[in-house]
């Protein structure tokens, strides 16, 4: 016979959260979601009643079902304002899908739908810069990925400015977080983790504060949320993602987390204590300006303006 929910005693439990023995129903279960929520957007003073905010949204699981949370709450707050922007960074027979699925949701739930597109911003299409200097002649020993995030980030954070969002809303959930924290040592650069967390750093006019409020919530939870609610998304994963390092530590952690249940909250809460020791200790470093597009940057060229001038230009093409 299934049990009952721990939480209401009156309902059959769909779900087992193993780092806390609960047996929770589907309602109980999507309220403990949204209540994550809310409580993480209060505790880091994530929005304002006021605020008017871009919610990055990709068409997968996690930006979708934030989409959806973030529209309930605004529905308590009339000042506030969602905007939803769509980056279409160029990968053939995988973005379409996705910009369909934001288009539809965006249409039912009456938010404005916002999109831009590498090769609109950059001229190149991640396609296209795989194509020449991951896998063709002029390779750089690079990933596509890390093509993706740093073009990503930027294009983000323009249509957000230009839009005039106060706040950028982004999807990572816990086990993106924790990754991140990884990936951080593993590439020899820890002091980064004082960028990372819930709420990044606002140092520079032009950059848009981005915030987190999944940043507790696991994977596997936003899943199960989207499936609850039926929320579409798309589940066909990026073409692209077996060549980055990230899908190497996520597996990784997906094991260690079935025989150790509660990992992932053991090494997220490890994460904020080292950011939060690293923040008082080691002086904070404010954005400047790159030389070349005047856009926030942590050096004298961003990373962005090396990609797309240094190598593609620089490459004859």
Request: charged share 25%; net charge positive; proline share 4%.
């Amino acid at each position: 016979m299934p049990s009952s929910c721990t939480l209401c005693k009156r309902r059959d439990a769909i779900y087992t959260r193993p780092y806390s023995g609960e047996k929770i129903c589907s309602r109980c279960f999507c309220n403990s979601i949204e209540k994550k929520v809310k409580h993480t957007i209060a505790k880091h003073k994530m929005l304002r009643y006021d605020d008017k905010i871009a919610v990055g949204v990709s068409g997968g699981k996690d930006s979708m079902a934030l989409l959806h949370i973030l529209s309930k709450l605004e529905a308590a707050f009339p000042k506030a304002e969602i905007i939803a922007i769509t980056v279409d960074e160029g990968i053939s027979q995988y973005r379409e899908e996705a910009l369909e699925i934001v288009e539809e949701g965006c249409r039912r739930l009456q938010i404005e739908s916002i999109s831009v597109s590498f090769k609109e911003m950059f001229g190149l299409s991640l396609d296209e810069l795989a194509t020449r200097f991951v896998y063709g002649e002029s390779k750089s020993g690079l990933t596509p990925c890390s093509y993706c995030g740093v073009l990503r980030r930027r294009a983000l954070n323009n249509l957000a400015r230009e839009h005039g969002a106060k706040k950028l809303v982004t999807a990572h959930n816990l086990d993106d977080e924790v990754q991140t924290a990884l990936l951080n040592f593993f590439h020899g650069d820890p002091l980064r983790m004082a960028r990372a967390g819930p709420v990044s750093p606002h140092s520079h006019p032009s950059f848009v504060q981005r915030v987190k409020p999944f940043s507790e919530v696991l994977e596997r939870e936003t899943t199960l949320y989207a499936y609850l609610k039926r929320i579409e998304f798309q589940s066909k994963p990026c073409p692209y993602a077996s060549t980055a390092l990230r899908t190497d530590i996520r597996t990784m952690l997906n094991r260690m987390e079935e025989k150790h249940a509660g990992l992932k909250y053991t090494v997220y809460r490890s994460a904020e204590t080292v950011s939060s020791i690293i923040k008082s200790t080691v002086k904070s470093q404010d954005l400047k300006e790159c030389l070349r597009c005047q856009e926030p940057s942590a050096n004298e060229i961003c990373q962005a303006c090396k990609i797309i001038q240094d190598q593609c230009l620089g490459s004859g093409s």
